[in-house]
């Protein structure tokens, strides 16, 4: 199989641009798209702000009109809005030109079909794959696509909006940054309709990304908007990544609210909203998260590590609300799709009906010490499993193999340690109620990782 076969990642397309990623590559996974589609009718294409991301839009276009699929063209987005116009309008699917929070050389594309459900590697990206690579299209006839431009800025806003009750917002004064993603386009067209005092930050759209990696899991990347909140008195902020899929928090102390702590909080306003309801939380979240949903008269579901894997179980169980560490939100009234603005919305509306500050709302839902997930580069992924296996064995230990290796130290201490869907590193997160013995599992896990 060709080199090319490597871009074809777990849940997307993905890789650099020009001897990985051009036009021709893309026209051909608009044709190879458009045959696998299993319903008719119309497909949503849109793009991000990267330099060559217009180019890579067109040609996925013009593969989609050569097959005979008419277009939907809704120009510069966040990936979020994909998900919401294939959604909201009924569409056969939708391509996103995107590399999310990748660095400026690199792109890639976001496939969904109908009812906004995900194309991953096990959900058909592999017979796209196999068409592209074998360059094997249907023959279409002479008959092409048509394209319509349309702009569902407005209409996105209206629906980000109706998670909430907008009369109930409370008047804040935040920084928002954008990373110069395409959160900078999106968020002043909600800006007119809520009470908050807006310093926008880095919302110039620039897709080499000149002030910071939109990366808001990695905190480092957070360091100029904390700044502005120290120094202007703010309440908080918002940090979107380069696609605007991902929103984290900051409190008006300027500490990060962590995927663990926002998860919670939704959980515990969406079981109010659906009591009783299920609430999906993926393996590497904190335990703060069922926790707070048991609490609150809901049942918590575990699932593995990824966006189609956890979009499937929320459908599976009828789940409102879904939580990833990483800071993907998952909501059922969006198509099951994840979204940053839906979440940072719904987040800064749950602060203003508790009156309480956000350090408040992030300390009331942290229930343990936690690590930032912690990448390691490992030769034998097998051996390191062997060698934590030794050291935690059961039946001392509870292990738990739903995705890598989940040790239950006891009541109150966990980790787990898995191999990444998209880099070849393993990945390491760890909780306790106590630093101390947070601090000395790390190191000892650590140490068994690293031989």
Same mark, same amino acid.
């Given at each position: ?373 912690? /990448? ?44 990444? /869907? ?13 630093? /101390? ?15």
């Amino acid at each position: 199989m060709s080199d090319l076969a490597a871009v074809f990642k777990s849940y997307d397309i993905r890789g650099r641009v020009g001897d990985e990623l051009n036009a021709d590559f893309a026209q051909k996974v608009g044709r190879a798209f458009a045959d696998w589609l299993p319903s008719s009718g119309t497909v949503a294409v849109g793009r991000d702000m990267r330099p060559d991301s217009g180019e890579l839009a067109d040609a996925v276009i013009a593969g989609l009109r050569a097959q005979g699929r008419d277009v939907l063209d809704i120009g510069q987005v966040t990936s979020d809005m994909i998900y919401f116009a294939v959604g909201s309008l009924q569409l056969a699917g939708g391509a996103m030109i995107t590399a999310s929070h990748n660095p400026g050389q690199d792109n890639g594309i976001k496939l969904c079909r109908e009812e906004a459900k995900p194309v991953g590697l096990d959900s058909g990206l592999d017979q796209i794959r196999d068409a592209v690579l074998a360059s094997k299209f249907a023959d279409a006839g002479a008959s092409e696509g048509s394209l319509e431009k349309r702009d569902l800025s407005e209409d996105w806003v209206q629906h980000v909006l109706s998670f909430i009750d907008a009369d109930k917002l409370k008047p804040l004064r935040l920084a928002v940054d954008a990373g110069n993603g395409m959160a900078g386009a999106i968020f002043p067209e909600l800006e007119p309709y809520v009470p908050w005092e807006i310093t926008e930050m880095y919302f110039e759209l620039d897709g080499t990304f000149p002030n910071h990696e939109a990366n808001p899991l990695k905190f480092e990347t957070l360091k100029d908007l904390i700044a502005r909140i120290r120094a202007d008195k703010l309440d908080g902020g918002i940090a979107f990544d380069g696609d605007g899929d991902r929103a984290f928090l900051v409190d008006e102390t300027g500490t990060p609210l962590t995927g663990g702590v926002m998860s919670a909080m939704m959980a515990e306003y969406f079981v109010g909203l659906h009591p009783g309801a299920n609430i999906v939380y993926d393996i590497r979240n904190s335990r703060s998260v069922p926790k707070v949903v048991e609490q609150a008269g809901g049942t918590a579901v575990i699932s593995k590590v990824g966006h189609s894997i956890i979009k499937q179980k929320m459908r599976d169980a009828d789940a409102p609300f879904g939580g990833e560490a990483s800071g993907h939100f998952y909501f059922r009234d969006n198509w099951y799709a994840d979204s940053g603005l839906i979440g940072a919305v719904i987040g800064l509306y749950v602060a203003g009906l508790s009156g309480k500050k956000l350090s408040e709302l992030r300390e009331l839902y942290t229930h343990f010490k936690t690590i930032p997930e912690t /990448n390691f580069t490992v030769a034998d992924k097998d051996a390191a499993l062997a060698r934590i296996q030794a050291v935690f064995p059961q039946p001392e230990h509870q292990h738990d193999n739903l995705d890598g290796l989940t040790v239950v130290v006891n009541d109150h201490t966990w980790f787990n340690v898995r191999g990444s /869907n998209t880099e070849p590193v393993m990945r390491l997160n760890a909780e306790s109620s106590d630093q /101390n013995t947070l601090d000395d599992l790390v190191a000892k896990v650590k140490e068994l990782i690293n031989g």
